[in-house]
């Protein structure tokens, strides 16, 4: 992995971890992860705005974040936190990416994604019932580890940190749906990457990592076993994969 160097960037000690939380979930799922951490200064947990437009996302959490940080974003989460460096690359010290991927949405030379159809299905079962999708969602991020689906205390903090906004939710479906940041592959952005994967993510598949990469140089830890929930059934090897990494980027 390439590490730039920049004057721009205070030591590393002295800058702040950013988390960005998924789609269908509040910063409260980061919990766990803040449980396991132990970074000086703590780690910040933005509420994201959701507002249904990416530039108006980064502009508000642009004006939110401190000048320069270390970043790393869930799911959709990850997503933003991508666009954010590419837009914001000299406010972004480092660059993680947990169960993550440029593009949620198949296309014709992008296979390991979603089809649009669940989208659509997502969008009608949150017009229908709300709490009943985050239900469904939630046994769907757990699927491929087998311990996490029957995990009763999971289960309860899931529910406890779900979205309760119906409008957040619909306007993150549309962020899901929109968002195609593949260009980053083939015009790499100059901050350290490192990427973390459950290996049997079945929202993202793990390919989308892999393709990220060996694109862009990145560290790629794959978890075996794991599904999409890094940051519920994972914590403290997300917390060591994202401390040495902190300490290493500068």
Known sequence: MTRVA???HPPPASLPPVLLHGWGFTPQIWQPLMSALDA???????ALPFTGHLAEDLDQLAASLPECVHLAGWSLGGELALAYARQFPARVASLTLIASTPCFIQKTDWPAAQPASLLDDFSQRLADNPAALLKRFSM?????????????????????AAEADATRLQHGLTLLGSLDLRDIMTQPLAIPLQLIHG??????????????????????HVLPGASHALPLTH???LAQHLQTFWQASQ
């Open 6 to 8: 920049s004057s721009t």
């Open 140 to 160: 769907l991020i757990r699927h491929g580890d087998s311990e996490a689906v029957k995990n009763r205390a999971l289960t309860d903090t899931l529910q406890a």
């Open 199 to 220: 290996e049997a993510d079945a929202v993202i598949p793990v390919d989308a990592a892999i393709a990220l990469q060996s694109s862009m140089a990145a560290i790629l």
């Open 40 to 46: 000086v200064p703590p780690a910040l947990t933005p």
């Open 235 to 237: 914590a403290p090897a």
